[in-house]
T-cell receptor
Framework: AQSVTQLGSHVSVSEGALVLLRCNYSSSVPPYLFWYVQYPNQGLQLLLK??????LVKGINGFEAEFKKSETSFHLTKPSAHMSDAAEYFC????????????FGTGTSLTVIP | EAGVAQSPRYKIIEKRQSVAFWCNPISGHATLYWYQQILGQGPKLLIQ????????DSQLPKDRFSAERLKGVDSTLKIQPAKLEDSAVYLCASNRGAGGAETQYFGPGTRLLVL
C-alpha cells in the first residue's frame, strides 16, 4: 500500500532562513509525488510535482524538491523564507497500481517568524 | 480558466440532519474527486468519478454518504443523517483525465460543523 509520512507537524523558521519540509513515501512501484500548499480557509494549490523526469523539481514561489529513490524521500526546500510562506503543506503520492489515487500526508504547518 | 467551484462555503447543522454539497469542476475535466479533511489531517479520498461513473468509493461510508455526478459534470455529495464526527472540510478536486502525472485542482472546500 502507498503511504506518505511528513516528519514534523509544525515547523518554525525565521524570515530569510532556509525552509526544509520533510516527506518520505512508501510505494512498491515508481511513484508520482506532489507538494501542495493550503492557506487558511482555502483549497490546496499545487507547488510542484515529480513525474519521473528530472529528480530536482522546481515549483512556484521559489520552492523546489528533490526525488531521492534510495531514501524514498521528496523533501521540500526554499532557500529564504518569506512571511507569505506561512501555510499548511501537504505531500502526496500517486501510483498507477492504485488507480492513481492520491495519498496525502498529515501535513506540516509552517510558521515564519519576522 | 475558472477554477473548481464549491458551495456552500460553510454549513452548520445538528446531528441527524441531512446536508448536501455541490461541486462544479473545471470545464473539460473528466475526473472528479471528493475528499474529507478533518482538522489536523490530510485530505482523505471519499469517492472518485470518471465522467459520470464511479471509479473508487471504497472509503465512502455508504450507510450515510452518497454522491452523484449527473451528466459527467457537476457533482453533489450528501450526508444523511450527519454525525458529530462528520465535522470536517469537504474538498472537491478535478483533473482532465486519469493519468497519474496529472495535477489535481482543488476547490476552496465546504466547512461543515455538526452540533
Amino acid at each position: 500500500a502507498q503511504s506518505v509520512t511528513q516528519l514534523g507537524s509544525h515547523v518554525s523558521v525565521s524570515e530569510g532562513a532556509l525552509v526544509l519540509l520533510r516527506c518520505n513515501y512508501s510505494s512498491s512501484v515508481p511513484p508520482y509525488l506532489f507538494w501542495y500548499v493550503q492557506y487558511p480557509n482555502q483549497g490546496l494549490q499545487l507547488l510542484l510535482k515529480y513525474t519521473s523526469a528530472a529528480t530536482l523539481v522546481k515549483g512556484i514561489n521559489g520552492f523546489e524538491a528533490e526525488f531521492k529513490k534510495s531514501e524514498t524521500s521528496f523533501h521540500l526546500t526554499k532557500p529564504s523564507a518569506h512571511m507569505s510562506d506561512a501555510a499548511e503543506y501537504f505531500c502526496a503520492v500517486r501510483t498507477p497500481n492504485t488507480g492513481n489515487q492520491f495519498y496525502f500526508g498529515t501535513g506540516t504547518s509552517l510558521t515564519v517568524i519576522p | 480558466e475558472a477554477g473548481v467551484a464549491q458551495s456552500p462555503r460553510y454549513k452548520i447543522i445538528e446531528k441527524r440532519q441531512s446536508v448536501a454539497f455541490w461541486c462544479n469542476p473545471i470545464s473539460g475535466h473528466a475526473t472528479l474527486y471528493w475528499y474529507q479533511q478533518i482538522l489536523g489531517q490530510g485530505p482523505k479520498l471519499l469517492i472518485q468519478f470518471q465522467n459520470n461513473g464511479v471509479v473508487d468509493d471504497s472509503q465512502l461510508p455508504k450507510d450515510r454518504f452518497s454522491a452523484e455526478r449527473l451528466k459527467g459534470v457537476d457533482s453533489t455529495l450528501k450526508i444523511q443523517p450527519a454525525k458529530l464526527e462528520d465535522s470536517a472540510v469537504y474538498l472537491c478536486a478535478s483533473n482532465r483525465g486519469a493519468g497519474g502525472a496529472e495535477t489535481q485542482y482543488f476547490g476552496p472546500g465546504t466547512r461543515l460543523l455538526v452540533l
